[in-house]
């Protein structure tokens, strides 16, 4: 075996590495999906995936449910700031 074929060798056994990786996470991701989704269904009868879920806590707050964990996030100050940059923008342009 040349030196151009030992390369070619080597990189086609890289390219299958890689996709034999991406296959696999793809496929191990499907499944938690597809899992969690049916659970979901199961016990509480809403549609969709549930291990993350993410709803309007009032007008300043949003509501985030992760692995069952509750986060509540206040967005006050995230609203302001959008604000004054498109009141900046705006004068800009």
Do not use: C, Q
Not at 20 to 38: H, K
């Amino acid at each position: 075996m040349n030196r151009l074929e030992k390369f070619r060798y080597i990189r086609n056994i890289r390219r299958r590495n890689r996709l034999a990786v991406v296959l696999s996470f793809l496929l191990l991701f499907s499944g938690i999906l597809v899992a969690d989704s049916s659970m979901n269904r199961l016990m509480n009868r809403e549609s969709g995936p549930g291990m993350v879920y993410m709803a309007p806590y009032g007008d300043t707050h949003y509501y985030i449910r992760f692995l069952n964990e509750d986060i509540y996030i206040n967005v006050k100050y995230i609203k302001e700031d959008i604000k004054k940059l498109k009141n900046w923008l705006s004068g800009i342009f």
